[in-house]
């Protein structure tokens, strides 16, 4: 356990942990093709064990990624990293990740993605496999869950989906940035700050950027700057944002933002990427991975990081920041409000598999979802920032501890030790 350590005594547990859940294979590994329509697809399952008690038992979970180009390699890359961040979050459900190597723009995608989807049927867990079913990743669109239901007949085959189709639409609400914002606030409140004062920075305002802008500033936080080639490189703002303009941002209206933008903040480069080097108290990169790199650590002026994206920091960097007294929550901790809500849309016994599409309007799930995501990483925040002072660990080491103990103490056989 964490609270025997000393910080030799960690680092020594720590490695021995790595190279167990190094040594670990995937529990499913599958490549489905139709040469025919030229679909080629992968699904990986990496663990299972951490769910054998929980409401879906033997079962793993994550996103779909449709790139051209996806491999099986990345596939299981990402899900053994699900499987780390299911972990973290808490959750008794095993990662997984599935993926199409296709170009989701071309004509015929429609075709293809339903095929995959076909082929993918007999390993869902609906089907007695432990492929805990699609969602949403890289790549993917909201018909897409609309495509996935009708060609199983089944609604329980796809996360993500809208509240009509009794989903919890965690795209559409930000629940992941919800989850995000969670992590900052509670890491400012454990530094005895007051976040009203705080100013943040966000790299890419997508998706999650655009959540975290909308739930961080609802918690009093002010936007001082963003990066993103859509808006033309790094913006900086010294007075609070118009509504009109922050509603812009959050709803990602592009032509409203660039219409305004200039009359309200300073324009610094057309390099997106000089957004990590302002002078913030807390920085949000939610866009690309490997952003944050040992050759401009150095540089980062925030107090506070909060990955948003996957990966953002290489691991080079790690230890340069925290050197630089820099506290990190790393993306397993923070950025696990999607696979939360995929989860309560699983499990939940909210609006069931039976109701039609009349009656689905209820918002209960996306309110079990919100609720659920705020309080479970409120809680780990907390334990890893209490483990992490005492022993003077970065945040992220101790966060990976967690995980990954739990992960393969699941795997161990109930008579051992």
Known sequence: MISENNQQDFYRQLSLLNSSFDDMQAELEITVRDPALGVEGYVVVWNTEISADGPLPY???????????????E???????????????????????????????????????????????????????????????IGAAPEHAIWACETLNSRRSFTGKTVAMGGTNYDGEGIAGL??????????????????SMSFAVHGVGAMGAAVIRYFSDKGAQLSAIGDPKYKGTWRFEKPLSNKLLDALISQDVSAVQAMISDEGTFISDEANDVLFQ??????????????NAGNARDIAARFIIEGANSPCTMDSYPLLFKQGIELIPDFIANCGGVIAAFVELSSTHV?????????????????????????????????????????????????YIALSKILDSEKPENSV
């Open 75 to 137: 596939v299981r890359m990402l899900a053994r990293t699900m499987a780390i961040k299911n972990a973290a979050a808490g959750l008794p459900l095993g990662g997984a990740k599935s993926g199409l190597n296709a170009n989701p723009r071309e004509d015929d995608f429609e075709g293809k993605y339903r095929r995959f989807v076909k082929l993918c049927e007999p390993y869902l867990h609906e089907k007695g496999g432990i492929f805990g079913g699609f969602g949403f990743d």
């Open 352 to 400: 069931g598999e039976e109701s039609d599409e009349e009656s689905c309007d209820d918002q209960q799930k996306v309110i079990e979802a919100k609720t659920l995501t705020q309080t479970t990483i409120r809680e780990n925040v907390a334990n890893i920032i209490s483990h992490s002072r005492r022993l003077k660990l970065p945040l992220r080491d101790v966060g990976l």
């Open 179 to 196: 989850g995000v914002a969670e992590a900052a606030s509670t890491l400012i409140h454990f530094s005895d700050a007051d976040i009203e």
């Open 59 to 73: 079962c793993g979970k994550g996103g779909t990624r449709i790139r051209e180009g996806l491999s099986l390699d």
């Open 279 to 292: 002078s913030v108290d807390v920085l949000f990169p939610c866009a690309l991975h490997n952003v944050i």
